[in-house]
């Protein structure tokens, strides 16, 4: 089945402690992206990936770091979580990011609630 | 970064109604997308417009791409209990692709059976 799995689905942590939330996808797509979601503010890329050792910052990258060494697998690390990186993450991935006329659907995973003590 | 505007935030109709909700921003979009999020899963595609003044239908759903590319409506047609979710707009910027999605807040709509 075409998916993007993410791991941990839920973690509490304590402020400071380094973390990685993992992305994967089998769809062999080239690009994948991490948003934060929060109420009120809808979702807020993170990064995102263009190809394999591809990446650059999104629109909330301050806290966060990331690495494609995979075309697979982008995950999100956390070298030293606050309480305000408390939120809903999601990977996402397309097989491009778009073309004229038309776009690469973005398929999401199905999120990792982080919460930050 | 840009957040676009959504409205409304939440919506609580009877099943059965027809719904209405759009986005706005300040600056033009190349293209607009709207998604569903059911509760605990990650959001999924249900529409995209590419050009201003389009108008494209997916089952009872309804989306249309403002003449200015400054806006864009979703309606959705008698609806029934499993449209409850959270509905999310997208617009990709000029000069940029799909790496620069810019999403809306979302408008959280409740369906009493």
């Known amino acids: 089945e075409a998916q993007v799995t993410q791991n941990p689905r839920y973690l509490i942590t304590v402020t400071g402690k380094k973390l990685t939330v993992t992305c994967s996808q089998n769809?062999?797509?080239?690009?994948m992206s991490w948003y934060r979601q929060d109420p009120g503010l809808g979702l807020r890329q993170i990064y995102y990936?263009?190809?394999?050792?591809?990446?650059d910052k999104g629109d909330v990258p301050e806290g966060y770091k990331v690495s494609r060494k995979e075309k697979r697998n982008f995950p999100l690390i956390l070298e030293s979580p606050s309480p305000n990186q408390t939120s809903l993450y999601f990977c996402?991935?397309?097989?491009?990011?778009?073309?004229?006329?038309?776009?690469?659907?973005?398929?999401f995973g199905p999120g990792t609630r982080l919460t930050v003590l | 970064g840009q957040q676009l505007n959504q409205s409304p935030q939440s919506m609580f109709i009877q099943e059965g109604e027809d719904v209405s909700m759009n986005c706005t921003s300040s600056?033009?979009?190349?293209?607009w997308l709207w998604y569903k999020q059911d509760p605990g899963e990650g959001p999924v595609l249900l529409i995209a417009?590419?050009?201003?003044?389009e108008l494209t239908s997916n089952g009872r759903l309804t989306a249309q791409f403002g003449i200015t590319r400054k806006d864009s409506f979703l309606n959705i047609s008698a609806s029934i209990p499993s449209d409850v979710g959270i509905y999310f707009c997208a617009g990709q910027r000029v000069n940029t692709g799909f790496q620069k999605l810019v999403f809306g807040t979302g408008t959280r709509l409740l369906v009493s059976p």
């Open positions: 417009l590419y050009k201003a003044g």
């Open positions: 996402a991935s397309s097989l491009g990011t778009s073309y004229w006329g038309g776009s690469y659907e973005q398929f």
């Open positions: 769809m062999n797509h080239e690009y």
């Open positions: 990936s263009m190809n394999v050792e591809v990446t």
């Open positions: 600056s033009i979009f190349n293209t």
